[in-house]
Nanobody, 119 residues
Framework: QVQLVESGGGLVQPGGSLGLSCAAS????????MGWYRQPPGKQRELVAV???????NYADSVKGRFTISRDNAKNTVYLQMNSLKPEDTAVYVC?????????????WGHGTQVTVSS
């Protein structure tokens, strides 16, 4: 019932920057928290950052000080600005959103966008 479409992935050199966007559309569910996860090759998916509907962010220790998550509620869009990128940031980045009609809610996932950090 919630569709998430990521954009902005690509190839960047170490130390460079990249910005990701995720646009959400919902038929009738309210969208609460939104976030970004990533899955490096051969590894499990891990949390990158999450942001509440009021704009309060939380980050994984590995990206604190380098990444910034933000959102535009009017556009139902969440952003991830990535600076000082490292090769270990290479992964498929996936957008997610928690949505529901009350305190009961479900988590929805996008299809992901590839970010490759390489010289």
């Amino acid at each position: 019932q919630v569709q998430l479409v990521e954009s902005g992935g690509g190839l960047v050199q170490p130390g460079g920057s990249l910005g990701l966007s995720c646009a959400a559309s919902s038929s009738f569910l309210s969208i609460y928290d939104m976030g970004w996860y990533r899955q490096p090759p051969g590894k499990q998916r891990e949390l990158v950052a999450v942001i509440t509907s009021s704009g309060s962010p939380n980050y994984a220790d590995s990206v604190k000080g380098r990444f910034t998550i933000s959102r535009d509620n009017a556009k139902n869009t969440v952003y991830l600005q990535m600076n000082s990128l490292k090769p270990e940031d290479t992964a498929v980045y996936v957008c997610n959103a928690r949505a529901g009609i009350s305190e009961a809610s479900l988590v929805f996932w996008g299809h992901g966008t590839q970010v490759t950090v390489s010289s």
